[in-house]
């Protein structure tokens, strides 16, 4: 897009930080609509709206136009995408919660994999403004029945109970669980909107949480023209891309399986020190294999920023608001968004490279690391 249309790298990752500054007002919205209409109605719609976004790109020759309908794409996709999925998925399951949304997220990054790849194949035989398209018409196509017609808001709307346990057993399953048999909550565990925000546990998660956003958005975004930089062709960047996004799909079931058996807080620790090692490791990518190992450690990050939060939210905070909160929780994502690929962007604008945006992100995330693991989950009032 920069050959194309003459735009600079911080003009097109301004379009993330817009949806990003949309998302903080909307977010906390759409957590009070999941609770109150339910996830199928807000995903349906939701996947209408993105799908019509992204087709609206192909005629986006100027910046005010590609801002408005990337935003859009991107509000829907972090906002409604996410706290809908992972409301439904939470209000199913209890002990098996970490492999059910990792099963989500497989699903995504497969997802992930195919756009990639129609992307690529699209503008390497026709244009751009095709692959914009090819994407819109894709995802129309393939998400807005299933939403609408194929989810159940929770078990009980069905006579079932969460991981097929037999009646009443959901309650005594949320009184011990909190994403391990190894940390226990204190009492019951459905927690209201206004509880949970007098808590420090909710505000470090988001906290941390809207780092490791920061520090994704601000590689992410940018890493398809950072691997051009260091000599990749676009066949070799999309094969790099599609590297990640494998990795991506099994990562998300490793870390499912992995958050059930060890406290939320251990395991998202050792995510931000991953993610420290990872945003190194780019600053040593100077051929295809190199790009190639970077990206399957990046899909561990991604995987694991995929399914850990959700997993913590519903863990320390219950079933009951979960929409409400995450509403609050994702605010902090959404601020990371912002800043992430606006500050890669400055960094590469004003030095030439990304080394001092990478170096950066390294620090914050062994931070975050620190801040998790030491903050405590919280306690029933």
Known sequence: ????????????AGAVSVGAIASIFVSPMVGWA???????????????????????????????????GF???RVVFHVPVQIGSGAVVSRWFIRRRGRAVGLIYLAGAAGNILGIQIASLVISHWSISAAWIALGIVVVAVSVLPAALLIVER???????????????????????????TEPNQGEIDWTLREAMGTKALWVLTGVVGALFLIQAGVSVHIGAFFQDQGLSLTLVATAITINGIVNAIGSLVWGATIERI??????????????????????????????????????????????????????FGRRSIGNIRGVGETGVQIGQTMGPVLSGLAFDINGSYQVAFLTFAVLALI?????VFSKPPKAL
Do not use: Q
Request: proline share 7%; hydrophobic share 50%.
């Open 155 to 181: 078990p009980e709307d069905l006579g079932l109970e969460p991981d097929g346990f037999p009646p009443n057993a959901a309650t005594s399953l949320e009184k011990e669980t909190t994403g391990s048999p």
């Open 263 to 316: 406290p939320v807080r251990w395991a998202m620790g050792l995510l931000m020190v991953i993610t420290a090692g990872s945003t190194i490791a780019l600053l040593e990518v100077h051929s295809a294999t190199t790009a190639f190992i970077v990206s399957a450690v990046i899909g561990i990050v991604s995987s694991g920023g995929n399914v850990i939060p959700p997993v913590a939210y519903a863990s320390y």
């Open 1 to 12: 897009m920069t050959e194309e249309l003459g735009w600079s790298r911080t003009l097109i």
């Open 34 to 68: 999941v609770d109150r209409y339910g996830v199928r109605l807000i995903l349906s719609v939701s996947m209408v709206i993105l799908g019509v976004a992204i087709t609206s790109l192909a005629w986006a020759t100027i910046p005010a136009f590609f801002y408005l």
């Open 368 to 372: 975050g690391a620190g801040l998790i």
């Open 71 to 73: 935003a859009t794409g």
